[in-house]
Nanobody
Framework: VQLQASGGGLVQAGASLRLSCAAS????????MAWFRQAPGKEREFVAS????????YYADSVKGRFTISRNNANNMVYLQMNSLKPEDTAVYYC?????????????????WGQGTQVTVSS
């Protein structure tokens, strides 16, 4: 499975961005998907996950109510809509795929990773 994340950029606080993750190779619509992020000098942290059908989602407390994860299994895409962005959201954002159908917050459950896309939010 290959994952390609895109959609990052430089925005001002309060703006919105939509990240996309394209899956290719031996993809399966049965995989749970997630977004993680890593800020400079910090560990990679969970942002959001979505189960195979898109019916169950989890969010980190820091993004709950501002970010929305979604997926389109017909074209093997996962999205992260980010609204009301804050400077503390600045990080490299990674999409990841698990070998299980239901998403978790545990980074160890995710086998496949994209290359990351930079999101920078200025104050």
């Amino acid at each position: 499975v290959q994952l390609q994340a895109s959609g990052g950029g430089l925005v001002q606080a309060g703006a919105s961005l939509r990240l996309s993750c394209a899956a290719s190779g031996r993809t399966s619509s049965n995989n749970a998907m997630a977004w993680f992020r890593q800020a400079p000098g910090k560990e990679r942290e969970f942002v959001a996950s979505i189960n195979w059908s898109g019916g169950i989602t989890y969010y980190a407390d820091s993004v709950k109510g501002r970010f929305t994860i979604s997926r389109n299994n017909a074209n093997n895409m996962v999205y992260l809509q980010m609204n009301s962005l804050k400077p503390e959201d600045t990080a490299v954002y990674y999409c990841a795929a698990a070998l299980r159908s239901f998403g978790t917050t545990n980074i160890k459950d995710y086998r496949y990773w994209g290359q990351g896309t930079q999101v920078t939010v200025s104050s």
